[in-house]
């Protein structure tokens, strides 16, 4: 089966014929970077173009119009959307071809009409030669140079599918025949599809308003499939700049839908359902409903099944419209259980990376204890650290703010549950933490030895064991032992800060002062232990200060773990010992 990934996504009968041992390969469109390349091949300046020219050119159809299409390589291009650019290609080979066949007068509308015509009525892509015979061989035969047609010996075709519905877009657009009397005429069967798609796009870019009537119609009218229908409510919702007159269209098909979600009954209007369908996920639909303040009025209306929609539309659009969530949730933040469920169950789905706005909004709810409860939302054994994962990859570092939030909330939970500090108590049991936490400091150890060391100082302060002789040791982190397997996040935290302390030792251009007087003025084991660690990294940089210290407080010495109680001593003084 190969078909357009439209058609593939919006009609299930083609996924149906595709048997369950087969693979889909989807071929995919170009990248940003590779438009760019063959544009500066073909002779292009890529820095010419506008970023939305380069998206809409990462389709390989379009670039393959806009190559053929007769820009001028040295100009600015003018192209907005897909229809101009094959409004350009017609006028472009037009022109090439008649120039090939000069004398001969110009019989392109001919041939264009006769291939739509036959194509439409017989559903095959091609038509016999002799179906061209009235047309002069030449002209043919040099449109077929020019790539428009495509000839087999027996057959013509159109050298781009896509350029056939183009082609009986425009044939369509200037008759006296609505869609509705078209389909309600011929058979309604697959083949029709392509050509309603292209049709409604036509229409929408040369007559707005007769594209508003027409869709309109076509919807109400009972004698039309359910699939076609539901295809060109697919169109409607994949507009990119949707308008007032497209809404009114919009407006009573789902408000039925919306009805039953008020009442929490079913919805029995079929084809509201199949419209909600298609404009709950659209992206530019919502950018359309929060502009007219829409979804401000459904989270603001009291109503908990009309606020719990808005919701699950928020979770929908999160990841490209997350700015625009802030503004939208800002207000309920402190706002009740409900809205604290509500808020962490969209934070449980998002996409942490996609907007900083977005991220603090996080950091916020973490602080509050918002989140408290927040946990992974796949697996049964998943945690909070499991919401972390893609920001781990994506922004590694934002981590350690992630870090030092937790941590002080942590303690904050603590404090004020009057819990006696243990480690299990402290952190529960949770082996997630470790690689978005290790790979925050990796990415950025300045950052998290600056935001994430005075956290763990903290909790060690208010856990540290005050009968204890110095190095005094906490209860939290009573011990430590580096280890190459998934760690505890608590754990981990502490890892993470270790290899951060040793690659800022390293790095001269980062002033550490404070961070030394920090560590220098406390008496306890993860103090001694970090500051141990910062001396034996930093090689030559701290050599004189280790050994002063060490020599004055010999307590320090005994840092290490069960029989090995000096061996970070004994590391830091191999490192510095050739510096003294």
């Not at 009525?121 to 016999?128: N, S």
């Not at 709810?365 to 499991?386: K, Q």
Request: with cysteine; aromatic share 12%; net charge negative.
């Amino acid at each position: 089966v190969a078909c357009r990934d439209f058609d593939w996504r919006n009609d299930d009968r083609l996924r149906r014929l595709m048997p369950k041992e087969h693979t889909q390969v989807a071929v995919p469109d170009f990248t940003a970077d590779e438009v760019r390349a063959v544009l500066t091949q073909s002779g292009f300046n890529s820095s010419l173009f506008e970023n939305r020219q380069i998206t809409l050119l990462q389709l390989p159809q379009n670039l393959s119009l806009f190559l053929d299409g007769g820009f001028v390589a040295s100009e600015r291009p003018s192209f907005a959307t897909a229809l101009e650019l094959f409004d350009r290609y017609w006028d472009e080979k037009r022109r090439a071809v008649a120039v090939r066949v000069a004398p001969t007068s110009d019989h392109w509308a001919d041939v264009i009409r006769i291939l739509v015509d036959e194509i439409t009525k017989t559903q095959r892509l091609f038509i016999a030669k002799e179906q061209l015979d009235p047309i002069p061989a030449d002209y043919v035969s040099q449109m077929a140079s020019e790539g428009v047609l495509t000839f087999d010996g027996r057959r013509y075709g159109f050298g781009h599918e896509s350029f056939f519905d183009y082609c009986f877009a425009r044939q369509f657009a200037v008759q006296n025949l609505s869609i509705t009397d078209f389909l309600t005429t011929t058979e309604q069967h697959l083949f029709r599809r392509a050509q309603l798609r292209q049709v409604l796009v036509y229409l929408r870019e040369a007559d707005r308003a007769r594209y508003c009537r027409e869709l309109s119609a076509l919807l109400r009218d009972a004698r039309i499939r359910v699939h076609l229908k539901d295809l060109a409510l697919a169109v409607a919702a994949n507009v990119r700049d949707p308008s007032e007159e497209e809404w009114h269209v919009w407006e009573p098909l789902i408000g039925p839908a919306l009805d039953a979600i008020r009442t929490g009954s079913a919805n029995t209007d079929t084809l509201s359902e199949l419209a909600w369908h298609r404009f709950f996920p659209s992206p530019s639909w919502f950018g359309f409903m929060h502009d007219r303040g829409l979804i401000a009025e459904w989270l603001a209306s009291g109503e908990d099944r009309v606020v719990d929609c808005a919701i699950q539309l928020l979770r929908a659009h999160q990841a490209h419209s997350a700015g625009i969530m802030v503004s939208l949730l800002e207000p309920y933040i402190d706002a009740g259980e409900k809205w604290k469920a509500r808020l962490r169950y969209i934070m449980e789905w998002a996409d942490l990376s996609s907007d900083r706005r977005f991220f603090e909004l996080f950091l916020r709810l973490l602080d509050n204890g918002t989140l408290d409860e927040a946990r992974g939302p796949i697996a049964m054994n998943s945690t909070f650290w499991n919401l972390l994962y893609g920001l781990g990859q994506e922004k590694p570092e934002w981590i350690p703010e992630v870090v030092a939030q937790w941590l002080r909330r942590r303690l904050r939970v603590a404090q004020t549950e009057n819990e006696s500090p243990s480690r299990r108590n402290f952190f529960g049991s949770d082996t997630f933490g470790d690689i978005p936490i290790r790979s925050g400091a990796s990415a950025a150890p300045e950052t998290f030895v600056s935001l994430v060391l005075p956290a763990i100082l903290e909790v060690s302060d208010w856990a540290t064991i005050t009968s204890y002789e110095p190095p005094r040791k906490d209860h939290v982190w009573p011990l430590f032992i580096g280890s190459e397997r998934p760690e505890g996040a608590g754990n981990a935290s502490l890892s993470g800060l270790r290899e951060a302390l040793a690659a800022v030792a390293q790095n001269p251009l980062v002033d550490l002062t404070e961070v030394r007087t920090e560590l220098r003025r406390r008496d306890t084991y993860i103090a001694n232990l970090l500051l141990l660690i910062l001396y034996g990294s930093g090689g030559a940089r701290f050599a004189d200060e280790a050994a002063t210290i060490l020599a004055k407080e010999p307590w320090r010495f005994r840092c290490g773990w069960g029989s090995s109680e000096y061996w970070i001593a004994r590391q830091t003084v191999s490192s510095i010992v050739q510096f003294c």
